[in-house]
């Protein structure tokens, strides 16, 4: 199991977000930071806003910020928003396998993705920063 780049993306902007906060970030400056494609970026974002997990200020002098403090950002729960968690074709509503009436494989499988999930919400946002990553992130406001 993976998760996909737009979940990998998506933790990375709440990092930088998060080391950042108190001063509002902008998808260019993350994008560079990250050599990520600005568009794919942008969708990245849209989602993270429609999850509740930032918040977005239009206008000039606008940009990100956390919509939270990040030790209240479960790690299970962008997983949750971001990643589709269908491993197979039977665990989603478009299901045509032949077998699925006598299959167990989705019923092992989610019990996989659950255990995998709950780990996950034992973490926060908080606890992907670091000294090194607050380094590698912070950007002085000026």
Same mark, same amino acid.
């Given at each position: 199991?993976?998760?996909?780049?737009?979940?990998?993306?998506?933790?990375?902007?709440?990092?930088?977000?998060?080391?950042?906060?108190?001063?509002?970030?902008?998808?260019?400056?993350?994008?560079?930071?990250?050599?990520?494609?600005?568009?794919?970026?942008?969708?990245?974002?849209? /989602?993270?806003?429609? $999850? #509740?997990?930032?918040?977005?200020?239009?206008?000039?002098?606008? =940009?990100?910020? %956390? @919509?939270?403090?990040?030790?209240?950002?479960?790690?299970?729960?962008?997983?949750?928003?971001?990643?589709?968690?269908?491993?197979?074709?039977?665990?989603?509503?478009?299901?045509?396998?032949?077998?699925?009436?006598?299959?167990?494989? /989705?019923?092992?499988? $989610? #019990?996989?993705?659950?255990?995998?999930?709950?780990?996950?919400? =034992?973490?926060? %946002? @908080?606890?992907?920063?670091?000294?090194?990553?607050?380094?590698?992130?912070?950007?002085?406001?000026?």
């Amino acid at each position: 199991m993976y998760l996909t780049q737009h979940t990998d993306y998506g933790l990375r902007v709440l990092m930088y977000t998060a080391v950042n906060d108190g001063a509002l970030v902008n998808i260019g400056t993350i994008a560079d930071t990250y050599s990520i494609s600005r568009s794919h970026l942008m969708k990245v974002v849209a /989602a993270l806003v429609k $999850g #509740g997990f930032l918040d977005s200020v239009r206008g000039t002098g606008g =940009g990100l910020k %956390l @919509a939270c403090a990040p030790e209240y950002i479960s790690i299970g729960a962008v997983v949750r928003h971001l990643e589709p968690m269908q491993l197979v074709e039977c665990m989603g509503s478009n299901n045509r396998c032949l077998i699925s009436p006598g299959c167990r494989m /989705a019923g092992i499988l $989610g #019990g996989a993705v659950k255990a995998f999930l709950n780990y996950l919400d =034992g973490f926060t %946002l @908080a606890d992907l920063i670091n000294k090194t990553t607050r380094d590698l992130l912070y950007v002085p406001k000026i």
